[in-house]
């Protein structure tokens, strides 16, 4: 550990709460340098929804590689980039019926979402966009602006500007929505109009807090009614993660602007994109660039996932049957352990559970990692634990994982019994 502590800034994170040396890892599982092997409920915070190392996306980018494909294409036409979107408008697009234009962005996904926020400005002519309570969107200027965790906006320097925000759903039982009409249609409500509303349908830094479908419903007609657009950012949630492909699509609405990225790529590779009806094609030609923005070795994994885990529900039905598997487990120590756990959060493959504070939180997700699971947690307390495992993961593998976390909970209960009595 001694090169990390001498030479790696103090800004790195995960190590923390992780303090081993991985390397290696298949598919839910990481294995240190000596091959000691963790389950990995925390899948690279969402960009390894397919597994470490997955044969059929390592075959393809192996076998490309092999043949001298292009790596880095700018923005130049290449046959990696043609098969990437044949293959997400053949098998995610055309089936649900959007209509969208893909524009590559640098392979981050706070790049994405400053793309976004841009496009909205740029195309309405308006500056403010409206953001919600617990969100997270990245963390350079313009994301950050419209990210709500202070730990996050305190590292910015300046004052951070150009952003409404408004209570998510559920927050504080306020009615943000019924507050945001009544703000367009008051001239002294101090609110600009807006040129965009951003948010997670499932916010998932900011707890696992999900939004209905009836409430995204509102939503999506107060901005119809107003002509503003309704930006989703789906980094974090999409790609399968909440069940659906897309975290917005069994709420029946269409966002004008999507942005992706972490498991876009299917293989833990850089890679964004915003997806933008194509009315809102405003861009000129190199507007918003990035050197990294034709990252062919990505397009790659990205279309072997989309063709291999897509083109039928086979996987679709995977990830609900494991999803209520995890549901039933969750429930299950909300009975065995009231003392610690308050609620269940999140939906599909995105779920937690919400502890009685950040510090119940903090020692089970480390009684997990003492006992050989990676995971971590969630909420502006981080007071929620947060399971992310790998989509792909075997109902047996989810049972190991599951048993891990139960032990720990049940220990940590054990304590808190103690210290109460």
């Given at each position: 550990?001694?090169?990390?502590?001498?030479?790696?800034?103090?800004?790195?994170?995960?190590?923390?709460?992780?303090?081993?040396?991985?390397?290696?890892?298949?598919?839910?599982?990481?294995?240190?340098e000596n091959n000691e092997r963790y389950?990995?409920?925390?899948?690279?915070?969402?960009?390894?929804?397919?597994?470490?190392?997955?044969?059929?996306?390592?075959?393809?980018?192996?076998?490309?590689?092999?043949?001298?494909?292009?790596?880095?294409?700018?923005?130049?036409?290449?046959?990696?980039?043609?098969?990437?979107?044949?293959?997400?408008?053949?098998?995610?697009?055309?089936?649900?019926?959007?209509?969208?234009?893909?524009?590559?962005?640098?392979?981050?996904?706070?790049?994405?979402?400053?793309?976004?926020?841009?496009?909205?400005?740029?195309?309405?002519?308006?500056?403010?966009?409206?953001?919600?309570?617990?969100?997270?969107?990245?963390?350079?200027?313009?994301?950050?602006?419209?990210?709500?965790?202070?730990?996050?906006?305190?590292?910015?320097?300046?004052?951070?500007?150009?952003?409404?925000?408004?209570?998510?759903?559920?927050?504080?039982?306020?009615?943000?929505?019924?507050?945001?009409?009544?703000?367009?249609?008051?001239?002294?409500?101090?609110?600009?109009?807006?040129?965009?509303?951003?948010?997670?349908?499932?916010?998932?830094?900011?707890?696992?807090?999900?939004?209905?479908?009836?409430?995204?419903?509102r939503l999506s007609a107060i901005c119809?009614?107003?002509?503003?657009?309704?930006?989703?950012?789906?980094?974090?949630?999409?790609?399968?993660?909440?069940?659906?492909?897309?975290?917005?699509?069994?709420?029946?609405?269409?966002?004008?602007?999507?942005?992706?990225?972490?498991?876009?790529?299917?293989?833990g590779l850089p890679m964004a994109i915003?997806?933008?009806?194509?009315?809102?094609?405003?861009?000129?030609?190199?507007?918003?660039?990035?050197?990294?923005?034709?990252?062919?070795?990505?397009?790659?994994?990205?279309?072997?996932?989309?063709?291999?885990?897509?083109?039928?529900?086979?996987?679709?039905?995977?990830?609900?049957?494991?999803?209520?598997?995890?549901?039933?487990?969750?429930?299950?120590?909300?009975?065995?352990?009231?003392?610690?756990?308050?609620?269940?959060?999140?939906?599909?493959?995105?779920?937690?559970?919400?502890?009685?504070?950040?510090?119940?939180?903090?020692?089970?997700?480390?009684?997990?990692?003492?006992?050989?699971?990676?995971?971590?947690?969630?909420?502006?307390?981080?007071?929620?634990?947060?399971?992310?495992?790998?989509?792909?993961?075997?109902?047996?593998?989810?049972?190991?994982?599951?048993?891990?976390?139960?032990?720990?909970?049940?220990?940590?209960?054990?304590?808190?019994?103690?210290?109460?009595?």
């Amino acid at each position: 550990m001694d090169i990390f502590d001498k030479k790696e800034s103090n800004v790195k994170s995960y190590c923390n709460s992780f303090p081993v040396v991985f390397s290696r890892a298949k598919g839910c599982w990481l294995y240190t340098e000596n091959n000691e092997r963790y389950i990995d409920f925390l899948s690279g915070a969402g960009s390894l929804n397919y597994g470490h190392n997955n044969d059929q996306l390592k075959d393809a980018l192996l076998n490309y590689i092999s043949q001298d494909g292009v790596t880095n294409g700018l923005d130049m036409y290449t046959e990696a980039k043609k098969a990437f979107l044949t293959a997400f408008n053949t098998h995610i697009l055309s089936p649900r019926e959007l209509d969208y234009k893909v524009q590559f962005t640098g392979p981050t996904g706070t790049n994405a979402v400053e793309a976004a926020m841009k496009l909205a400005r740029k195309v309405t002519g308006r500056n403010n966009i409206v953001t919600f309570t617990n969100g997270f969107h990245g963390c350079t200027l313009g994301a950050l602006s419209a990210t709500g965790n202070q730990h996050h906006r305190g590292g910015s320097g300046i004052p951070l500007s150009g952003t409404t925000r408004l209570p998510f759903e559920d927050y504080a039982g306020i009615d943000g929505l019924k507050l945001f009409e009544a703000m367009l249609v008051d001239n002294s409500s101090g609110i600009d109009l807006p040129a965009a509303v951003l948010l997670e349908v499932v916010q998932g830094e900011g707890g696992l807090n999900v939004a209905s479908n009836t409430w995204l419903k509102r939503l999506s007609a107060i901005c119809q009614k107003h002509d503003i657009l309704l930006i989703v950012d789906d980094i974090q949630a999409g790609c399968g993660r909440t069940g659906t492909f897309f975290s917005f699509e069994p709420s029946g609405i269409t966002p004008d602007i999507v942005t992706l990225s972490k498991s876009i790529s299917g293989y833990g590779l850089p890679m964004a994109i915003v997806l933008l009806k194509p009315e809102l094609d405003k861009w000129s030609p190199g507007e918003h660039n990035g050197t990294f923005r034709g990252n062919n070795h990505a397009f790659v994994t990205a279309t072997k996932a989309i063709t291999t885990y897509w083109g039928d529900h086979d996987f679709q039905h995977h990830i609900h049957q494991r999803t209520d598997q995890i549901s039933q487990v969750i429930q299950s120590a909300l009975v065995q352990f009231p003392n610690i756990l308050v609620r269940s959060k999140g939906r599909g493959m995105m779920q937690g559970i919400e502890c009685a504070s950040g510090d119940i939180a903090g020692k089970i997700a480390q009684t997990c990692f003492q006992n050989n699971m990676v995971i971590e947690t969630a909420g502006p307390e981080d007071e929620v634990i947060k399971f992310f495992c790998p989509l792909t993961i075997t109902e047996s593998e989810l049972q190991q994982g599951l048993h891990i976390f139960l032990s720990a909970a049940e220990q940590v209960s054990q304590t808190y019994t103690r210290k109460a009595s």
